[in-house]
Every structure is written in structure tokens, then in C-alpha cells.
């Protein structure tokens, strides 16, 4: 995606770094090879985190939250990462 832009690094860009690229503000992906029903749990989990107290998702609280989770989830193989807000 970057390649020839003089403006842009010549990097490889993953899956969670083209979508936040694309517009999104907060991304929360992995950099590796993830077991389905592991990460399963903590999507869903993290969810939870980022409901604010109305039961809102609030993507500010998605660094948070992911942090939540994996003090929540502990024996859970974390390797997910936030970018963004």
C-alpha cells in the first residue's frame, strides 16, 4: 500500500494497521496466528470492557478494556495489540 509513496514508509501493513489507515480510529488486532476459541473468549470479554456505563460501546476505552482482559483471562495465550485512540 505504501510502496512509491514518498510521503508513506516503504513498510509491510497488516490487516489491523490497513483498517485503522482506511478511517477507523481504533483497531484491535493480533500479529500472530490466534486459536479460534481463545479468541472467541476474549472478544468477548473485551466488549465488555468497553461498554461504558450505559452499555455503550466506547471505542476510547478499547486500550483499556484489552488490558482488562488480559488481567481477566489469565492462562489465556494474549498476543493482541490496540492501535488508535
Known sequence: ?????????DEEIRLASAIQF???RS?????????????TKITSVS?????DDS????????GLA???TVKKLVGIP???IHLGV
Do not use: H, K, P
Open 66 to 68: 484489552l488490558n482488562g
Open 1 to 9: 500500500m505504501t510502496v512509491g509513496d514518498e510521503g508513506s514508509s
Open 27 to 39: 483497531v484491535i488486532g493480533t500479529m500472530w496466528a490466534v486459536v479460534v476459541g481463545e479468541t
Open 47 to 51: 466488549y465488555d470492557n468497553m461498554r
Open 55 to 62: 452499555g455503550r460501546l466506547d471505542y476510547t476505552r478499547a
Open 22 to 24: 482506511a478511517g477507523f
Open 78 to 80: 494474549f498476543d493482541q
